[in-house]
DNA sequence: CTTATAGTCTATCAAACGGATAGACTATGT
DNA sequence: ACATAGTCTATCCGTTTGATAGACTATAAG
């Protein structure tokens, strides 16, 4: 499961690439924009910008932007960062393996086999997903239901 | 995150499809031979055969074996017995849709598209590996590594 | 027909996690 | 100096997860 951090900050981030302006957006903007509760949103965007995906400016007029470009925003990378490996099971991680204690043969795991297939697609999928390429995609679909 | 519960009823199949035999397998030594706790087990292997992937036979020389054959039971029917819908948000979700209560638009939101991709991915590893496949798999690395 | 065996079922538990909120603090533009 | 808006720490409650205990029931063997 997606966890709701993950979800939010991908839907905030989302919104700034949208947006497109190097204007900076207010937290409570974008909470409402997006229907994220104000506080839990002020934590994800902490973390994005921590991680360096995000700039932000404080006082009067300040406010989160995009720290790089929508191109370079990878959706694997925010997932990560708030629900941790892509794959089911930690010992099918490219990233973040740790062996099962209690795995008797980990070659011939059954369960590790199919999971890091699991993981793969996964990968593959979340690592060539930037902002922009969402974008597109949505965009797409606005023009297309005329 | 795939759970215990999922882990270890892959695992037991998986063994059971192994053995091959129509033999009924104890759960004590199912346990043991799986590494899993046999209280925990115990319950797991209930649904399983509430669910028609095994049968159960009582008292002496009792215990579990397939229900069908190993080329016949998938692991994503096994996984989702145990942890819900393959999808990782609920709104992508195939077999057990269910819409965001705070999404504007569902058509176009960034999340939900490339979730579904995410979704469809899994889904056809998950449905098209059986125990049959899997054991297969597995053998093969067994005999390539000498 | 009784006894040992082995699955069935219900209840309970502690720990971890997830989602969320409160409030004090700090930097900044006007 | 004041209002604005992000930063940080702490706390909270409900749910889920992994696991165990113990009573109950069916069955095969002697």
């Not at 204690?101 to 043969?105: E, K």
């Given at each position: 499961m997606l966890s709701k951090k993950s979800k939010y900050a991908v839907k905030a981030l989302l919104a700034l690439a949208r947006d497109g302006t190097d204007e900076p957006v207010r937290i409570a903007d974008l909470a409402e924009r997006e229907q994220i509760p104000k506080k839990f949103l002020e934590g994800i965007l902490l973390s994005l910008r921590n991680h360096g995906l995000l700039q932000s400016r404080k006082g009067q007029g300040g406010g989160y932007l995009l720290a790089r470009e929508p191109k370079d925003i990878y959706v694997g990378q925010v997932v990560r960062l708030f629900?941790?490996?892509?794959?089911?099971v930690p010992c099918a991680s490219q990233t973040a393996y740790v062996p099962c204690?209690?795995?008797?043969?980990e070659a011939t795991c059954g369960v590790r086999l199919v999971m890091r297939s699991v993981r793969d697609a996964t990968a593959r999928i979340l690592d060539h997903t930037s902002l922009a390429t969402l974008l597109r995609r949505v965009d797409r679909v606005e023009h297309s239901r005329s």
């Open positions: 629900d941790g490996p892509l794959a089911p204690d209690d795995c008797q043969d």
